[in-house]
C-alpha cells in the first residue's frame, strides 16, 4: 500500500465551478501538509502548506487537513482555465525534506 | 532572482550506461533534495543533501547516487542503468534543511533509457 493516494483522474470541469481534489495517507506521523501545482513540462510549485489539521485559505484555494480521518482535500473555486494542471498532494513528517508525494490529479477547465 | 536549474533537460541512454544530472540551486539554498517522477509512482524522494552532506535517503539502490559541492550545487549518478529508471528526475531546493514545505522545484531532467 502507498503512503499517499490520490486520484489521478482526469478530472474535466466547465470554467467557474467549484473543484475538489483529495487525498488519503496512511501514516499517522504526518504532520506537514502540502499542495502543488505542475504544468505541462514543468516542475511543481508550491500552492499551499499546512500544518496539523484545519483549515486555510489564499484566494481561490483552500487547504483543508482531517488528520483523524487521514484524509486532505484542496478546493478550488471560480475555476479557470489557467488552472488546468495536475495537482500533486504532498506530505511529510517532522524533519528533513523527505517528502511524500501524490500521484496526481490532472485537472482541465474548460472555457 | 534565477530559479533552479538542471542540465540536460532531456537525454537518452542505453541499457548499463551510466548518466550525471546537474542542479543549481536557488542563489543561497543550501538543500538540495532529488526526486524521480513517473506515470505510474509519482514523485519519489532519492535523497536530500545539505551543506554537502547526504542528510535522507529515500528506497532506491545504490546504483543511484548523489553529491553537493560546496556552492551548493548537485549532480546525480546513476549507474548501469536499466529501463525503469526512464523518468523524469526532479531537482529541488530550499532555503534550509528541515521542514518548511517550501520545496522550488527545477524543471527536471527527463532520462529515456532504451
Known amino acids: 500500500q502507498k503512503e499517499v493516494e490520490q486520484d489521478p483522474g482526469p478530472l474535466s470541469v466547465p470554467e467557474g465551478a467549484i473543484v475538489s481534489l483529495n487525498c488519503t495517507y496512511s501514516?499517522?506521523?504526518?504532520?506537514?501538509f502540502m499542495w502543488y501545482r505542475q504544468y505541462s513540462r514543468k516542475g511543481p510549485e508550491l500552492l499551499m502548506y499546512?500544518?496539523?489539521?484545519g483549515n486555510k485559505e489564499d484566494g481561490r484555494f483552500t487547504a483543508q487537513v482531517d488528520k483523524s480521518s487521514k484524509y486532505i482535500s484542496l478546493f478550488i473555486r471560480d475555476s479557470q482555465p489557467s488552472d488546468s494542471a495536475t495537482y500533486l498532494c504532498?506530505?511529510?513528517?517532522?524533519?528533513?525534506?523527505?517528502?511524500?508525494f501524490g500521484t496526481g490529479t490532472s485537472l482541465t477547465v474548460i472555457p | 532572482k534565477a530559479g533552479v536549474t538542471q542540465t540536460p533537460r532531456y537525454l537518452i541512454k542505453t541499457r548499463g550506461q551510466q548518466v550525471t544530472l546537474s542542479c543549481s540551486p536557488i542563489?543561497?539554498?543550501?538543500?538540495v533534495s532529488w526526486y524521480q517522477q513517473t506515470p505510474g509512482q509519482g514523485l519519489q524522494f532519492l535523497f536530500e543533501?545539505?551543506?554537502?552532506?547526504?542528510?535522507n535517503k529515500g528506497n532506491f539502490p545504490g546504483r543511484f547516487s548523489g553529491r553537493q559541492f560546496s556552492n551548493s550545487r548537485s549532480e546525480m549518478n546513476v549507474s548501469t542503468l536499466e529501463l525503469g529508471d526512464s523518468a523524469l528526475y526532479l531537482c529541488?531546493?530550499?532555503?534550509?534543511?528541515?521542514?518548511?514545505?517550501?520545496?522550488?522545484f527545477g524543471e527536471g531532467s527527463r532520462l529515456t533509457v532504451l
Open positions: 504532498a506530505m511529510s513528517r517532522n524533519t528533513g525534506n523527505q517528502f511524500y
Open positions: 543533501y545539505f551543506s554537502e552532506t547526504q542528510r
Open positions: 542563489s543561497g539554498h543550501r538543500s
Open positions: 501514516n499517522s506521523a504526518f504532520q506537514y
Open positions: 529541488a531546493s530550499s532555503l534550509v534543511q528541515g521542514n518548511t514545505g517550501e520545496l522550488f
Open positions: 499546512t500544518y496539523s489539521s
